[in-house]
T-cell receptor, first 114, second 117 residues
Framework: GQQVMQIPQYQHVQEGEDFTTYCNSSTTLSNIQWYKQRPGGHPVFLIQLVKSGEVKKQKRLTFQFGEAKKNSSLHITATQTTDVGTYFCAARMYSGGGADGLTFGKGTHLIIQP | EAQVTQNPRYLITVTGKKLTVTCSQNMNHEYMSWYRQDPGLGLRQIYYSMNVEVTDKGDVPEGYKVSRKEKRNFPLILESPSPNQTSLYFC????????????????FGPGTRLTVL
């Protein structure tokens, strides 16, 4: 089936360094959502991007949606230990009509070394 | 408090013994969904429902059944569980404003860890 590729799978950073995770699709995406899952927890919604080229910021987090609506990124500036967890993108694959299921990327595990 | 609840939270069972994992939400959401999470595979959608009596297959529906008789409840049924269904299961719900709009923010339940021996 249709897939959303997310890279990298793991990212080790020193506290204070920046972090970026990327999601890519071979097909046009209707929208893209980002979630964070803390170890032992459940996914928690961060943001949804809908428009081509859209950029949204939440404090140290910057989310981008590509012009062609086939890729997206999440960038964290100056990571903190509270940023530890797995970050997932999720996309509704454009079907031309009607709601569709959500496809999640496999996630990027962010590990922070103090 | 707005929430999605799942029961049980932990379950150990044996191959072939039918089981049901319940999911309930109190936010009047139209869209409900079940996911399984496995190491290295991320979250994969099993089934979803856009409203009462409307269900559809996700990416990995084999071996699972669902029903949506009421808006707030979306149980996941394993008629004959097998060891490859050992996983962490999440239920989620969200608003769905119309049939052509994407599901909005997904609210996830706490998860059900299932082990099939």
């Amino acid at each position: 089936g249709q897939q959303v590729m997310q890279i990298p799978q793991y990212q080790h950073v020193q506290e204070g360094e920046d972090f970026t995770t990327y999601c890519n699709s071979s097909t046009t995406l209707s929208n893209i959502q980002w979630y964070k899952q803390r170890p032992g927890g459940h996914p928690v919604f961060l943001i949804q991007l809908v428009k081509s080229g859209e950029v949204k910021k939440q404090k140290r987090l910057t989310f981008q949606f590509g012009e062609a609506k086939k890729n997206s990124s999440l960038h964290i500036t100056a990571t903190q230990t509270t940023d530890v967890g797995t970050y997932f993108c999720a996309a509704r694959m454009y079907s031309g009509g009607g709601a569709d299921g959500l496809t999640f990327g496999k996630g990027t595990h962010l590990i922070i070394q103090p | 408090e707005a929430q999605v609840t799942q029961n049980p939270r932990y379950l150990i069972t044996v191959t072939g013994k039918k089981l049901t994992v319940t999911c309930s939400q109190n936010m009047n959401h139209e869209y409900m969904s079940w996911y399984r999470q496995d190491p290295g595979l991320g979250l994969r959608q099993i089934y979803y429902s856009m409203n009462v009596e409307v269900t559809d297959k996700g990416d990995v529906p084999e071996g699972y059944k669902v029903s949506r008789k009421e808006k707030r409840n979306f149980p996941l049924i394993l008629e004959s569980p097998s060891p490859n269904q050992t996983s962490l299961y999440f239920c989620a719900s969200s608003l769905l404003t119309s049939g052509s709009d994407p599901p909005g923010e997904q609210f996830f339940g706490p998860g059900t860890r299932l082990t099939v021996l």
